[in-house]
């Protein structure tokens, strides 16, 4: 079987997400039919979580490379995760100045992606991580991530460690289905 990007149905072939993503260095971004052949998500689906507020507007037509990591995160947390959860966890990495009506983004969906892939290149699903583990391996990945103010890190910590246990649940589900379909096929 195949190792596929998260949220894609494109195979990895041993490039790293950012890697993946360079496309948008030489492109002004990806029309619908790409993005659409990318997730081999439907149009409609696109359309409602735009609609939703849970992908930004295209420019032009155009999704940006943070409008693509935001449709690859839902997707790939939608069979296991409530889509309202999933905005709330977009939500909860913004932080909103008292009496300012600017929101400060803590990391880009982009940024965020490539961390959970990242995390996932180094990380052995068929071992279960204790709390702390995890936690500790996502520290590591993080090592480099930059605070735009004091707590920032705490929160894209626990926001990684809630995509990679709904993620490691999404595999778990996948293989309870296909046991399921192979016995039911005997």
């Known amino acids: 079987m195949a190792i596929c990007f998260p949220g894609t149905v494109i195979e990895r072939k041993d490039l790293t997400s950012r890697e993946f993503f360079g496309v948008f260095r030489v492109t002004k971004g990806l029309m619908l039919a790409q993005v659409r052949e990318i997730t081999g998500l439907d149009t409609t689906t696109i359309q409602n979580w735009i609609n939703r507020g849970w992908v930004k507007n295209p420019v ?3 999704y940006s490379e943070n409008q693509l990591a935001s449709i690859l ?17 977009f939500d909860y990495l913004k932080k909103k100045e008292f009496g300012d009506s600017e929101e400060v983004l803590l990391i880009s969906e982009a ?3 490539h961390y959970v892939c ?9 071992i279960i991580l204790t709390p702390k583990e995890l936690e500790r391996a996502i520290l590591m990945t993080l090592s480099t991530y930059v605070e735009p103010y004091e707590g920032a890190k705490r ?3 626990n926001v ?3 995509i990679l246990v709904y993620y490691a649940s999404a595999i778990v589900k996948h293989r309870a ?3 399921f379909t192979d016995i039911m096929n005997e």
Request: charged letters at 40%; proline letters at 0%.
């Open 60 to 62: 032009d037509k155009r």
């Open 160 to 162: 990684l460690k809630i």
């Open 73 to 89: 995160l839902i997707q790939m947390l939608r069979d296991v995760m409530k889509l309202d959860h999933i905005a709330k966890l």
């Open 177 to 179: 289905d296909s046991i």
């Open 155 to 157: 929160r894209v910590v």
């Open 111 to 113: 940024e965020l992606y």
């Open 118 to 126: 990242d995390m996932l290149d180094s990380i052995d699903y068929d």
